[in-house]
């Protein structure tokens, strides 16, 4: 017999052993996956925290699903108060009693006049149509990037709710607890703003229009970054993720996109007047998705053009065909 | 006394078992590799964010970089706002969020701000130092970010002014400075503390850099040539009319009128135009004939790794679906064009060769000469693309030429 032609028995034993060594390779890998992904450190601000998991409700009204206005003009004040007419009024928003949390954007310690953050002059309009239409309480919050109390102050955040009359919750330890979203991959104990919410019963989102070096655009969706706690930064890299399970996570009765001022370019934090636009836009809805889309075309873009939002119209948060919601639009 | 059948593998097996035993090994290797590329926010899990502003700079136990001293003992009318604070490569992003991504990757080594309140009114500045580690990174996140419709500076050789912020690269630092609201008063504290801190690191050179000299600047009126032509065929206008005007058709079709936009000069430390082989580049923003495209330079450690890097970025370019157009790019190697001997001869000087790709219908020409790699992008029109090919190649010569 020729001893170099394999005979089957030979051909079977090294085809066990060559099985078997792919099988071992493959169970060391195992052994190294990650299946949890990134979970906060508990050592950090949760340690405190409540560790049974708990759900964001969902403040939403189904009976006002689908609805957007878009409203052209300068002021602030007078755009707001022109789309939430044009949605039906606040009445078919806010009831009498009603306590209201306005998440704001309050990232950056930064001049109001720079358009990185929720505008005080919106938020002040926000206010006082809330408590016309019968809320009992309003309170305003955020999680900022930098300190927040220079936050909420420099932005003029902080002035604007207070001389309105509504209560500013600061970001502390105790504020947070561990969530865990049903079929995300991110968002596993994960520390979320929680006690804000408390007695929360119609929940608002305003945010502005911005460009964003790593997402593209910051706008509603990326908005629900500041519920977040903890070493959050380490998401940016599956940010479209983080941002499409964060639209999936935070369910608002009413988002207010700001784009009277857009920041065009050098965005998230922007700092010069210059990286702004004045495109005199205000969009208001219930679909996050649709806004956002729409927010979009005021940066040159289109939803395509930003993965997040293609992805959360894919797991059901909205639509990025904004027209086919029939946006009522209006030039004041 | 009985032998041992011993098992013998043939020659083939051998050499299949050691190529797969080599490509194990080079898998091993890229990753090997690749565990030390990973975002830095990955290790600072058990870093707490929730200090004051005060509190910052003395939990981190970052301390301030060597030599960076106050602003504030030089600026009379200005006080503290809040305690400065220092952030390093993993907690950048806790200050400036996804904007980090734009200088981690470009040498940032550290970031020292502090805020300033005017004493007699509401103004305050934020003053943010960036320690880019070399000049030439300091002038990429500044060229890199620099806004349209700014006015240029002379406090440093890279610097401009917006209606309410100042940005600058001295030496190694970039520097934003950054006014509440927009007023001559805003901006006349804003350029003393910008002078101030020049002034005290007068030690460093504002480097400048020399690459984008290499761009061409000038109007080039190719119609020069031409106008005796014109000339003599005016003295037969007369009795010849038709002639006189197929030659102003042809004087027109010469014209060359190549505009850059200086401002637009900017350099890209990594990953240049998503191929990660090609950093340190210079890009320019030009209008050719009317036709915008973008120029780039790249001087490179030898001819041979500049010749080698442009095949590997043409390369990389044809796998993301671009077609060659080597053909239609022929006469950039060397052939009398417009009566002139370009000084290229089949391949350019060095004996590299052009290569052109057409892309997203826009045509891409790229090439080495001597130690240096450019080309053009974007360019809409081919012959415009071929104009300003040849007068960068032009100027690298002179430049080789006179090294």
Same mark, same amino acid.
């Given at each position: 017999m020729d001893k170099d032609r394999f005979s089957r028995r030979q051909f079977i034993s090294r085809s066990i052993k060559t099985g078997m060594g792919v099988a071992v390779a493959g169970a060391v890998g195992y052994l190294f996956h990650d299946t949890e992904g990134p979970v906060s450190d508990s050592n950090t601000l949760d340690s405190t925290?409540?560790?049974?998991?708990?759900?964001?409700?969902?403040? &939403?009204?189904?009976?006002?699903?689908?609805?957007?206005?878009?409203?052209?003009?300068?002021? #602030?004040? +007078?755009?707001?108060?022109?789309?939430?007419?044009?949605?039906?009024?606040?009445?078919?928003?806010?009831?009498?009693?009603?306590?209201?949390?306005?998440?704001?954007?309050?990232?950056?310690?930064?001049?109001? *006049?720079? /358009?990185?953050?929720?505008?005080?002059?919106?938020?002040?309009?926000?206010?006082?149509? /809330?408590?016309?239409?019968?809320?009992?309480?309003? #309170?305003?919050?955020?999680?900022?990037?930098?300190?927040?109390?220079? /936050?909420?102050?420099?932005?003029?955040?902080?002035?604007?709710?207070?001389q309105n009359g509504a209560d500013l919750i600061l970001p502390r330890d105790e504020n947070f607890a561990n969530l865990t979203l049903k079929n995300a991959r991110l968002i596993k104990k994960w520390p979320v703003?929680?006690?804000?919410?408390?007695?929360?019963? #119609?929940?608002?989102?305003?945010?502005?229009?911005?460009?964003?070096?790593?997402?593209?655009?910051?706008?509603?969706?990326? +908005?629900?970054?500041?519920?977040?706690?903890?070493?959050?930064?380490?998401?940016?890299?599956?940010?479209?993720?983080? *941002?499409?399970?964060?639209?999936?996570?935070?369910? &608002?009765?009413?988002?207010?996109?700001?784009?009277?001022?857009?920041m065009i370019s050098n965005g998230p934090t922007g700092g010069s007047l210059s990286d702004l636009k004045p495109t005199h836009t205000l969009i208001a809805g219930t679909d996050p998705v649709a806004v956002d889309s729409f927010g979009a075309t005021l940066l040159g873009k289109t939803a395509q053009d930003l993965p997040h939002l293609v992805q959360a119209a894919a797991a059901g948060v909205g639509t990025v065909d904004y027209l086919s919601l029939k946006p009522a639009m209006l030039t004041i | 006394m009985i032998s041992i059948p011993q098992l013998h593998s043939n020659s083939r097996s051998s050499i299949v078992g050691l190529i797969i035993l080599g490509l194990l090994a080079v898998i091993a290797a890229?990753?090997?590799?690749?565990?030390?590329?990973?975002? @830095?926010?990955?290790?600072? =899990?058990?870093?707490?964010?929730?200090?004051?502003?005060?509190?910052?700079?003395?939990?981190?136990?970052i301390s301030a970089p060597v030599g960076l001293k106050p602003m504030v003992r030089l600026i009379k009318s200005l006080e503290p706002l809040s305690a400065s604070e220092s952030f390093n490569n993993e907690t950048l992003s806790d200050k400036i969020d996804g904007k980090a991504e734009l200088y981690l990757p470009a040498g940032f080594k550290s970031l020292v701000c502090q805020r300033f309140k005017h004493k007699d009114s509401d103004l305050w500045i934020?003053?943010?130092?960036?320690?880019m580690g070399l000049a030439q990174n300091a002038f990429s996140v500044f060229s890199r970010q620099r806004r349209d419709n700014s006015t240029p500076l002379t406090i440093t050789q890279y610097a401009y002014q917006t209606e309410n912020a100042l940005f600058f690269a001295h030496g190694h630092f970039y520097l934003e400075i950054i006014a509440s609201s927009p007023s001559s008063e805003a901006l006349?504290?804003?350029?003393?503390? $910008?002078?101030?801190?020049?002034?005290?690191?007068?030690? =460093?050179?504002? %480097? !400048?850099?020399?690459? @984008?000299?290499?761009? @061409?600047?000038?109007?080039?009126?190719?119609?020069?040539?031409? !106008?005796?032509?014109?000339?003599?065929? %005016?003295?037969?206008?007369? !009795?010849?009319?038709?002639?006189?005007?197929?030659?102003?058709?042809i004087t027109d079709k010469n014209k060359e009128e190549?505009? =850059?936009?200086?401002?637009?000069?900017?350099?890209?430390?990594?990953?240049?135009?998503?191929?990660?082989?090609?950093?340190q580049v210079y890009t320019a923003a030009y209008l050719v004939n009317g036709a915008s495209m973008t120029a780039f330079i790249s001087k490179r450690d030898s001819s041979e790794s500049a010749r080698k890097l442009a095949e590997e970025y043409a390369a990389f370019l044809k796998n993301f679906g671009g077609n060659v157009i080597d053909s239609e790019i022929k006469d950039l190697n060397g052939?009398?064009?417009?009566?002139?001997? =370009?000084?290229?001869? $089949? %391949?350019?000087?060095?004996?590299?060769?052009?290569?052109?790709?057409?892309?997203?219908?826009?045509?891409?020409i790229v090439f080495s000469s001597g130690s240096y790699l450019a080309g053009v992008r974007d360019a809409e029109n081919m012959e415009a693309a071929k104009i300003l090919v040849r007068q960068i190649q032009n100027r690298i010569n002179q430049v080789e030429q006179n090294q």
């Open positions: 925290a409540d560790e049974s998991i708990w759900t964001l409700p969902d403040f &939403s009204i189904p009976e006002m699903a689908g609805k957007i206005a878009v409203v052209r003009g300068e002021d #602030r004040s +007078n755009t707001l108060e022109m789309a939430i007419k044009a949605l039906g009024g606040i009445d078919k928003f806010i009831k009498q009693g009603d306590t209201v949390l306005i998440k704001v954007n309050a990232a950056f310690a930064v001049s109001p *006049i720079l /358009c990185a953050t929720t505008h005080p002059d919106l938020l002040s309009a926000m206010i006082r149509i /809330c408590y016309k239409a019968g809320a009992a309480k309003v #309170r305003v919050t955020d999680n900022p990037i930098n300190d927040p109390a220079s /936050c909420f102050m420099l932005t003029g955040i902080e002035a604007a709710t207070k703003l929680k006690t804000p919410f408390d007695g929360v019963t #119609r929940l608002i989102n305003m945010a502005p229009v911005k460009d964003h070096h790593r997402s593209g655009a910051s706008m509603i969706l990326k +908005n629900g970054y500041g519920l977040l706690g903890g070493r959050r930064n380490i998401f940016h890299q599956d940010i479209h993720t983080i *941002i499409t399970e964060l639209a999936m996570m935070v369910k &608002s009765t009413l988002v207010i996109l700001d784009g009277t001022s857009t | 890229v990753i090997f590799r690749q565990q030390f590329y990973y975002n @830095p926010a990955v290790t600072a =899990l058990s870093a707490t964010i929730f200090t004051s502003s005060s509190d910052i700079s003395s939990s981190s136990g934020e003053l943010f130092v960036y320690d006349q504290l804003m350029i003393e503390l $910008g002078n101030a801190f020049i002034q005290d690191h007068s030690d =460093l050179m504002s %480097k !400048k850099m020399d690459v @984008p000299d290499l761009f @061409p600047s000038e109007v080039i009126d190719k119609e020069i040539t031409n !106008k005796k032509t014109i000339n003599k065929t %005016k003295e037969t206008t007369d !009795k010849n009319k038709e002639t006189t005007d197929k030659n102003k058709e190549i505009i =850059l936009d200086k401002e637009s000069i900017t350099l890209i430390t990594s990953d240049v135009f998503g191929f990660d082989r090609l950093d052939e009398e064009l417009h009566g002139e001997n =370009l000084n290229l001869h $089949g %391949k350019d000087v060095h004996g590299e060769y052009i290569h052109g790709i057409e892309i997203m219908d826009t045509i891409e």
